[in-house]
């Protein structure tokens, strides 16, 4: 004896299952009086569907991975990481990547993050060093501008003191 649910009803019990409410199906089989075997084939189709709504857009959206941009790779990084094994290998399946390509970006963001950090002490080193140079050079110049001014007012005085002996040598 088959029984028809109302498309709402199966509705009302499909979200039951999903998150928040996350029911188990024995759990619910239990509580709608429904059998297990029906709730698990909605659930099935509810799922089959919902891959099969997100299938065309990736399709349609997807490019080779040669050409995907750096954040692209890194998300990628990043959701595989924390996916077992098998999980990986089903992820990379379903999005057309192979394993040994994650870990080959993941290899080339390593390396040029410890590039750039290697890259920022560099310049760290040399910013101070440049500084260095930079103080050595006012101080430098801070010392000939005294000279300077020191033979400046010699002269002066000394024109002073030829202007001086002039006038008593015309007496």
Do not use: F
Request: with cysteine.
């Amino acid at each position: 004896m088959t029984t028809k649910y109302s498309k709402e009803r199966k509705e009302a019990i499909i979200n039951k299952m999903l998150p928040p409410s996350s029911m188990s199906v024995p759990e619910l089989a239990k509580q709608e009086n429904i059998p297990y075997g029906t709730l698990y084939t909605w659930k099935q189709i509810y799922i089959d569907k919902i891959q099969q709504d997100q299938k065309p857009k990736a399709e349609s959206t997807s490019i080779s991975t040669k050409q995907w941009t750096a954040e692209q790779k890194l998300a990628t990084i990043i959701e595989t990481s924390t996916l077992s094994e098998q999980e990986r290998h089903e992820y990379c399946r379903k999005n057309g990547l192979y394993s040994a390509e994650i870990d080959s970006w993941k290899a080339v963001i390593i390396k040029e993050t410890e590039k750039s950090v290697t890259q920022v002490k560099a310049d760290k080193n040399e910013l101070k060093k440049l500084r260095s140079e930079n103080n050595s050079l006012k101080k430098e110049l801070h010392r000939k501008e005294k000279a300077l001014a020191e033979t400046a007012a010699l002269l002066v005085l000394r024109k002073k003191l030829d202007t001086l002996w002039e006038e008593d040598g015309d007496v």
